[in-house]
């Protein structure tokens, strides 16, 4: 098994859909939960970044942390087609700053 | 957020030639950096992890003495990727830590080898 699990896509949804993206991981170690987005042939930009469990929200972003499920998830509320990406989740122990990133997410918003 | 960035942004060069990239810490002292690749519809590897003043931890199946990483100062790290071929044809992005464990990305150099 795979640390991180990540469906590849294409995630293809109309502009104005709620958008779930979701990772699962083996390692229950994992404190620190990112997320990604990378257009095309550009570095990763950093969305979220959630320590531990529960919700954090930045405008039209929710990042979810389910620890006892091992399952993270991204929700992009009023998708528009300027979201279109790739989305990759990221995960670390800890201090030693070394993340595991998933495969990511092609996300599509169609006008 | 902080900025990363890198140089060049794209290389094409002849195969057993010396590629050298440049990440820079723009606004903020990284005291670690990091170097990934990403190969076409993959996810980014880790290379390796450089500490400034100090030599870099390479993951393991990375080759040090073809990837040699130079981390002089709080603000720059350099990958060289030497006598390069074209299976080292891949997107290089480096990220700097700031030390609350959020690792920011440069815009990546994508390496074409001939």
């Known amino acids: 098994q795979k640390e991180v699990e990540q469906d590849p896509g294409p995630l293809s949804v109309p502009e104005g859909a709620i958008v779930s993206l979701n990772c699962t991981y083996s390692?229950?170690?994992?404190?620190?939960f990112m997320w990604y987005r990378q257009y095309s042939r550009k570095g990763p930009e950093l969305l979220m970044y959630t320590y531990s469990s529960g919700n954090k929200e930045d405008g039209r972003f929710t990042a979810q942390v389910d620890k006892s499920s091992k399952y993270i998830s991204l929700f992009i509320r009023d998708s528009q087609p300027s979201d279109s990406a790739t989305y990759l989740c990221?995960?670390?122990?800890?201090?030693?700053?070394?993340?595991?990133f998933g495969k990511g997410t092609r996300l599509l918003v169609k006008p | 957020g902080a900025v990363v960035s890198q140089h060049p942004s794209r290389v094409i060069c002849k195969s057993g030639t010396s590629v050298k990239i440049e990440c820079r810490s723009l606004d903020f002292q990284a005291t670690t950096m990091f170097w990934y690749r990403q190969f076409p519809k993959q996810s980014l590897m880790l290379m390796a992890t450089s500490n400034e003043g100090s030599k870099a931890t390479y993951e393991q199946g990375v080759e040090k003495d073809k990837f040699l990483i130079n981390h002089a100062s709080l603000t720059l790290s350099t990958l060289t990727v030497a006598s390069a071929h074209p299976e080292d044809s891949s997107f290089y992005i480096c990220s700097a830590g700031q030390g609350n464990n959020e690792q920011f990305f440069g815009p990546g150099t994508r390496l074409t080898v001939l």
């Open positions: 390692n229950s170690a994992f404190q620190y």
């Open positions: 990221a995960m670390g122990e800890g201090q030693g700053f070394s993340f595991i």
